[in-house]
């Protein structure tokens, strides 16, 4: 869930989409935690019997690790979100947003607006304070259904931080320093002007996720390395605390978390910078010509699309390595028209740049427009979209309070 957390994919077009893992399916049995000698033996072993596997959303329905509420308790439970850091763009949109329309009416889904996140690097308090509302309110424009799904902000539930801090004592710093964003933006900000939670926000992370017992976390391809590290600190704990030691302090007994699956996205996951195709389009580039955001004036999109990186070679085509921007740009307009690839492919073959770049700059006012006309109407009453989040928390707590009760548990605190 790091910057963009947790992108999800879906063929929109496809009412019983296939997703793909690259990850094993499930957790190391616990016979094999007994034989480990340690759990870095057993995390160690884990990572090298891992194999990709193939999961249908006909997946049968497994029992939670641990005691939960819920209003479909037979459907599988995703859990994804959003950092109200900058401004949400069409990469926001295509990798994540627009995915979990479909999903919500398949799966136990909580969408939030991950605000704990965003403080990772310098940031404005007002801007955080905005872009919070301004985040939810196109989760609802862009088709999110709060009778289908729980929509809440972050720090609202704080479970979250508490987990956090628990989690924390059994994660090994190794883990930590090996996070490849930790070193990058690292970099960038100065090593000696980094806060710790740039270091240990994929703890936060694997928080976000663990509290809600998760079958399954959509992840972009930058945030594979995190969730790794959340399904090997989720077996840490269930190996340190959970099974008869857990049942000796009172407890069920058993897995205290569930070992979540990852679902990556086969395409639409990675968009493109507008000025360089090599580069994923980021709310942190420098120039807001490289992205298309999501309340941008037609006016505005026009000229970043009429501006746009493109090549000298003859006609358009997907998938040629040497043409990173022209198969980038097409991506999108397969995305906004929702035609097939191959019939975007035959379509604009022996098409020029000029006339393209008309027909995707319509494509994207068509398909964002009602998007912003929806955006507004929210914003401006404020009562009707602070008490969805304000249903939406509630609903959130309600699980993740009673996990993080178990843990409190397990780990051997005393309760009042």
């Known amino acids: 869930m790091g910057r963009s957390v947790l992108s999800h994919f879906l063929n929109l077009s496809n009412p019983s989409p296939r997703f793909t893992s690259s990850l094993s399916s499930g957790a190391i049995p616990s016979k094999l935690l ?43 439970r995703i859990v994804s979100g959003v950092q109200p850091t900058g401004t949400i763009h069409l990469g926001n949109y295509l990798g994540a947003i627009k995915n979990w329309i479909p999903l919500q ?5 909580f969408f939030f607006i991950v605000d704990l996140h965003a403080i990772t690097l310098p940031y404005e308090t007002q801007q955080l304070f905005k872009a919070t509302r301004d985040t939810a309110a196109i989760y609802l424009a862009c088709g999110v259904d709060t009778s289908k ?8 539930v704080r479970a979250h931080s508490e987990l956090m801090w628990l989690l924390s004592s059994a994660t090994p710093i190794g883990w930590l320093n090996k ?19 740039l270091l240990t926000y994929p703890v936060l992370m694997a928080s976000d996720i663990l509290l809600y017992q998760s079958d399954f976390v959509p992840v972009g391809e930058d945030q594979k390395q995190h969730l790794e590290l959340t399904r090997e600190l989720a077996e840490r704990v269930n190996y340190l605390y959970g099974g008869r030691k857990w049942k000796k302090l009172g407890g069920r007994g058993g897995a205290i978390f569930k070992v979540p699956e990852p679902l990556i996205p086969p395409e639409g996951a990675r968009v493109m910078s507008l000025t360089d195709g090599c580069s994923k389009m980021s709310k942190s580039a420098s ?49 906004m028209s ?18 393209f770049k008309r027909i995707l700059t319509d494509a994207l006012i068509d ?3 009602p998007i912003q006309v929806r955006y507004e ?21 309600d699980i993740a309070d009673a996990t993080l009760n178990n843990v409190y548990q397990a780990m051997g605190f005393l309760r009042r």
């Open 179 to 197: 996070m490849i964003q930790f070193k990058e933006k690292s970099r960038k900000v100065g090593d000696e002007n980094v806060g710790v939670a």
């Open 149 to 156: 799904a729980s929509v809440f902000v972050q720090s609202h």
């Open 105 to 109: 009416n398949t799966y136990d889904t």
């Open 377 to 397: 109407e929210i914003m401006s009453d404020s009562a009707y979209l602070d008490r969805l989040l304000a249903e939406g928390a509630t609903k959130a707590a």
């Open 287 to 335: 120039s807001d010509q490289s992205r298309i955001n999501l309340l941008d004036p037609k006016d505005v999109i026009a000229n970043k699309i009429k501006r746009c990186k493109t090549d000298s070679f003859p006609g358009l085509e997907f998938d040629n390595p040497e043409r990173p921007e022209c198969n980038n740009l097409l991506t999108i307009y397969q995305l």
């Open 338 to 355: 929702g035609r097939t690839k191959e019939e975007v492919a035959q379509e604009c073959q022996g098409m020029n740049w000029g006339v």
């Open 367 to 369: 398909h964002l427009h």
């Open 34 to 76: 007994k034989k480990s000698g340690s759990i870095d033996q057993h995390c160690l072993l884990n990572r090298q019997i891992r194999t990709g596997f193939r999961c249908c959303c006909s997946i049968s329905v497994s029992q939670p690790a641990g005691q939960e509420s819920s209003s479909s308790p037979l459907r599988k």
